[in-house]
């Protein structure tokens, strides 16, 4: 019943921003958690940033001062502020979702996923 849908992935030089929008539709949680994936060429897909129904967020390190997950007061978008990026930030972003608020860094726990998103960063 949940669908997530992403979008404002693109191409960007280094140090330029991007801001990606994840669209939740189909159903309400009271609880949830809502976060951010990436996954680069040959790498594995990690957990870049988190958020609950009750506002905790976590950000992995090799982004914090530079990305931002935030939603809006509806709770129905969910979006990922990305400055200053990288090079290293090129990767696929995937936006996920689960009916519970515990934090949990692997893709597994995570039952609902958008589509993926292309970020690719030049230099």
């Known amino acids: 019943q949940v669908q997530l849908v992403e979008s404002g992935g693109g191409l960007v030089q280094a140090g330029g921003s991007l801001r990606l929008t994840c669209a939740a539709s189909g159903g309400t949680f009271s609880r949830y958690a809502m976060v951010w994936f990436r996954q680069a060429p040959g790498k594995e897909r990690e957990l870049v940033a988190f958020?609950?129904?009750?506002?905790?967020?976590y950000r992995t390190t090799s982004v914090k001062g530079r990305f931002t997950i935030s939603s809006d007061n509806a709770k129905n978008t969910v979006y990922l502020q990305m400055n200053s990026l990288k090079p290293e930030d090129t990767a696929v972003y995937y936006c996920?979702?689960?009916?519970?608020?515990?934090?949990?860094?692997?893709?597994?726990?995570?039952?609902?996923w958008g589509q993926g998103t292309q970020v690719t960063v030049s230099s």
């Open positions: 996920a979702a689960k009916g519970s608020s515990d934090y949990a860094s692997q893709p597994r726990a995570y039952n609902y």
């Open positions: 958020i609950n129904s009750f506002g905790s967020t």
